[in-house]
């Protein structure tokens, strides 16, 4: 079957680095996004991979490794509004869009 | 701009009757999407639409019907609510569903007694 592997909730400090890992098993690839999903809010689009490597945009950056079947989210300078879920979903080989469960991400002063 | 606009924003409805969900998106999108979002579980596509007056399936489609009459428009209907169907609704739209960035609605959060 088709699955998204995403830890389901993460504690990291105001100011720190935290690391947002997902792992996909899926019937070929297309794509890579993330979301931010805040509470009882609309998910909002953050980044969009295809190749592998590293792609930064500002205090974000997500990585994409197609051949081990694995991408991070890395959020740098944490502040508080960043507690959030953030959803990592793929676009698999007959462009069916695969979501992960989020990992629910609480930022602590 | 609006983006995407869904409608109600919240609805308690007894089991067995009839509910409309509405999205309506005013940035010319062809692809259009419908997803339920429950606790502990990804975003499920309920339907989606790749064109106006083209329709298909999504992973949980039973109990649940959609219509694309036009670009803009793409409606949900529960015909016979059930608790199961207790959850946010979200709506979606995409320039190109293959690839492209989806932009999503507020959310319809739905309880059915």
């Known amino acids: 079957g088709q699955n998204i592997d995403q830890p389901t909730e993460m504690t990291a400090t105001e100011g720190a680095i935290v690391q947002i890992n997902c792992t996909y098993q899926t019937s070929g690839f297309n794509g890579l996004f993330w979301y931010q999903q805040h509470a009882a809010e609309a998910p909002t689009f953050l980044s969009y991979n295809v190749l592998d490597g590293l792609e930064e945009k500002g205090r974000f950056s997500s990585f994409l490794s197609r051949s081990k079947g694995y991408s991070y989210l890395l959020l740098k300078e944490l502040q508080m509004k960043d507690s959030a879920s953030y959803l990592c979903?793929?676009?698999?080989?007959?462009?069916?869009?695969?979501w992960g469960a989020g990992t629910k991400l609480i930022i602590k002063p | 701009i609006a983006g995407i606009t869904q409608a109600p924003t919240s609805q308690i409805l007894a089991a067995g009757r009839r509910m409309t969900l509405r999205c309506t998106q005013d940035m010319r999108h062809n692809a259009m999407y419908w997803y339920r979002q429950d606790l502990g579980l990804g975003l499920r596509l309920i339907h989606y639409?790749?064109?106006?007056?083209?329709?298909g399936k999504g992973e949980v489609p039973d109990g649940y019907s959609v219509s694309r009459a036009n670009t803009d428009d793409f409606p949900l209907t529960l015909a016979s609510a059930v608790p199961s169907q207790t959850s946010v609704y979200f709506c979606a739209s995409s320039s190109d569903r293959d690839t492209g960035e989806l932009f999503f609605g507020e959310g319809s959060r739905l309880t059915v007694l």
């Open positions: 979903a793929v676009t698999s080989g007959n462009y069916q869009l695969i």
């Open positions: 639409s790749n064109t106006a007056g083209t329709t």
